[in-house]
């Protein structure tokens, strides 16, 4: 197709009636002019040019009318979009605003709840809550109480206690809140939610209200004060299952203290004792101080059941006195004992020796501290009885007969002796002498090992020996 054929297209474009460029070129046709020929073909030439620029002109002008339509078309379009997205979130905002409303969610929420459908109600009573203001202290309690009733029936017993706490969170004083947030603390075991209250409402009028809540203060059996021995205290408590936690530094006890297990020995110095009682689900007393000054003394002078005095008849001497874990040293030769003297013994006691004698007694307690030396005079006479002298001579007379010594102060061998008193003993209230003997030897008396023992009423004479106890053993000498 040639250039002209497109403009056939074109309604506006009148139709040229022209040669074929090919019939320029036949001499066959009449109206064929050689000198014409040049001046025609530039004159369609020209026409044919002016046509084409109108072509153009108006093919221009035809896609642009065709792309005008479709823009408007697009944007029309758009439109409808846009004005029909606007619309749905408009709609959808305005039910979003509406479901998060109070009005909306409170009502919807009593409806529930008046229903007995709790479950359904928390949700809008929760919603309704997050819509008001936190100023709003009205709403807050009333909708925080009805959520609080809903988690109960609900049987949610930390959210009932979250509830309530956004309650005391705005009124502190309610006392619905108050009472009930106590009996779900205990419900649940939750000791130290329980002690916070005390504390919280202490000096307040719930006081007395929250008294069924708390722990006895425990006790102890020493009151405070000076002492001069270590002192032993028991402690205890009238809450049936509670243990019992004590500092001795002055510090507050608590549940990290140590336990009480038994009897606490304080020693010496400034204690001053902390104790509380804590039950079984960790609500704790309040503590109980006492204040303990330890100084440990020296032993008090000993006392003994026995006055200085003259005497007619056998007598024990026990000493009174003797602390706990203390003992007693004796002497009856006038020296001031020692730990190296006699060690008295409560169950043998001590028997009064005959004759006039002086007895010295020291106290040691438990903490080798020695006390003063206590002295005591005594002069025993016992009627009928032979004297030590007498008793001596008749065992001298005896063991001559024996033939165990030459004579009244020789052995067999020609030694030296004297009778020395080791002790006296009392067998059926009768005293018997213990003697010993020592022997002459280099220029002093040396005592021997081995003692005879005669009865101050009939002088019987015996053998005697003592164990490891310092018990005597008599055995008659025929």
């Given at each position: 197709?040639?250039k ?12 040229i ?27 369609r030439?020209?026409?044919?040019g002016d046509y ?21 078309a ?17 709609i ?6 509406t ?22 109600a ?10 008001i ?8 309690i ?5 959520l609080f ?13 979250s ?7 705005v ?8 009472k ?18 005390l ?5 307040t009028?719930?006081?007395a209200f ?5 722990v ?10 000076s ?29 990290y ?6 009897p ?10 902390k ?16 204040k303990y000054?330890?100084v ?32 007693a ?12 003297s ?5 169950e ?19 903490y ?10 005594y ?24 033939k165990?010594i030459k ?5 067999l061998d020609?030694?030296q ?8 003993e009392?067998v059926?209230?009768v005293y018997?002498?213990?003697v ?13 090992s ?29």
């Open positions: 197709m040639n002209y054929d497109e403009m056939d297209d074109l309604d506006d474009i009148e139709d009636d022209m040669y074929d460029s090919d019939d320029l070129d036949d001499p066959d046709n009449p109206d064929y002019d050689e000198s014409d020929d040049f001046e025609e073909f530039i004159e030439e020209e026409a044919a084409e620029d109108r072509f153009r002109v108006t093919k221009r002008k035809a896609v642009n009318k065709k792309n005008r339509n479709i823009t408007i697009i944007g029309v379009t758009v439109i409808v979009i846009i004005f029909l997205t606007v619309t749905v979130s408009l959808a905002m305005i039910k979003k605003n479901e998060s409303s109070y009005n909306y969610n409170y009502q919807k929420a009593k409806e529930y709840y008046d229903s007995g459908k709790y479950n359904k928390i949700p809008y009573y929760e919603k309704a809550l997050a819509a203001s936190s100023s709003d202290r009205d709403n807050q009333k909708l925080n109480m009805a009733e809903c988690y109960k029936q609900a049987n949610l017993p930390n959210s009932q206690i509830a309530l706490n956004s309650i005391l969170n009124d502190k004083y309610n006392e619905t809140a108050v009930e947030i106590a009996a779900l603390y205990k419900e649940t075991g939750n000791g130290d939610a329980i002690n916070h209250l504390q919280a409402y202490e000096k009028s719930f006081e929250l008294e069924q809540y708390k006895s203060v425990p006790s102890a059996d020493v009151n405070s004060g002492y001069e021995d270590d002192v032993v205290v028991t402690l205890s408590s009238s809450e049936e299952g509670a243990k019992i936690y004590y500092t001795i530094d002055g510090s507050e006890p608590t549940k203290a140590p336990l009480y297990d038994g606490i020995i304080l020693s010496e110095g400034t204690v001053e004792l104790i509380v009682a804590i039950n079984e689900i960790g609500v704790m007393s309040k503590s109980a101080s006492y000054d330890i440990h003394g020296a032993p008090q002078l000993a006392t003994v059941n026995l006055p200085n005095g003259a005497y007619t008849s056998p007598r024990q001497i026990e000493i009174t006195n003797i602390p706990e874990g203390g003992k040293y004796y002497t009856w030769d006038g020296t001031n004992p020692t730990e190296t006699k060690q008295y013994d409560p043998k006691k001590i028997d009064l020796k005959v004759g006039n004698n002086v007895l010295k007694i020291k106290i040691v307690n438990k080798n501290i020695e006390g003063p030396v206590a002295m005591y005079v002069d025993l006479t016992l009627r009928g009885d032979y004297s030590l002298s007498v008793a001596c001579d008749a065992l001298s007379k005896k063991l001559v007969e024996l165990q004579g009244a102060t020789e052995l020609g030694t002796f004297k009778y020395f008193e080791y002790n006296t009392v059926d209230d018997i002498y213990v010993g003997v020592s022997a002459y030897n280099n220029g002093s008396y040396v005592k021997q081995y003692y005879y023992g005669i009865n101050s009423k009939t002088l019987e004479l015996y053998t005697v020996s003592y164990d490891g106890e310092e018990k005597a053993t008599f055995s008659p000498i025929k």
